[in-house]
């Protein structure tokens, strides 16, 4: 679709919804459904016996190793990335008020719902994680985040709100991982 607004000068705004899209779209949606019932936890009453079992011991005089270094960089990386998520959407807002023909109020709510769709996102995902265990949760969130992406390439600005909300919903797992 990106390439056949090329005479538009690339400007996605008012482009029909077509079959490819369409069809697209179904195949993000229900492969995200594939996804999260691969993910659902076989046999969970076993699972929490076991966990009951687990004790775990921070050792409080380990000297840090070099994995627990490049850990607190990703991590410290994740945060620098997350702290400018207002400023990188900040410096989209005016294309995107060019783009769509309207006020900056009306384009702030893209904005607005891609950090509600995150707050929100924070709540879920824990519930997720508590469910199907962390790491089939974040595996989920990165599935649905990716599908998500297609955000920037929506014909209008409603279906822009609607899939920034989806991304923003998606990534407070994927900010929470941290590399094992």
């Not at 990106?2 to 949606?29: A, D, E, K, Q």
């Not at 620098?80 to 410096?91: E, H, R, T, Y």
């Not at 950090?115 to 469910?131: C, E, K, P, Y």
């Not at 649905?144 to 992406?149: K, L, P, Q």
Request: with cysteine; net charge positive; hydrophobic share 55%.
């Amino acid at each position: 679709m990106f390439l056949m607004t090329r005479s538009m000068h690339y400007h996605l705004v008012g482009m029909p919804v077509g079959t490819g899209m369409i069809v697209g779209m179904g195949l993000i949606l229900s492969g995200g459904m594939i996804a999260g019932y691969g993910l659902l936890p076989r046999n969970i009453e076993d699972q929490r016996a076991t966990a009951a079992q687990i004790v775990v011991a921070a050792p409080e005089d380990a000297p840090l190793s070099w994995q627990h270094w490049r850990l607190m960089f990703v991590l410290v990386v994740a945060l620098v990335i997350d702290v400018m998520k207002l400023a990188s959407l900040g410096f989209t807002a005016p294309a995107m008020v060019a783009e769509y023909g309207v006020s900056k109020a009306t384009g702030s709510l893209v904005l607005f719902f891609a950090l509600v769709g995150t707050v929100a996102g924070s709540f879920l995902w824990g519930v997720i994680a508590d469910i199907c265990g962390r790491n089939a949760s974040v595996l989920l969130s990165a599935v649905m985040f990716v599908g998500t992406s297609i955000c920037g390439a929506m014909p209008s600005l409603a279906w822009n709100i609607g899939m920034c909300f989806m991304m923003g919903l998606c990534s407070p797992s994927l900010m929470r991982s941290s590399p094992k």
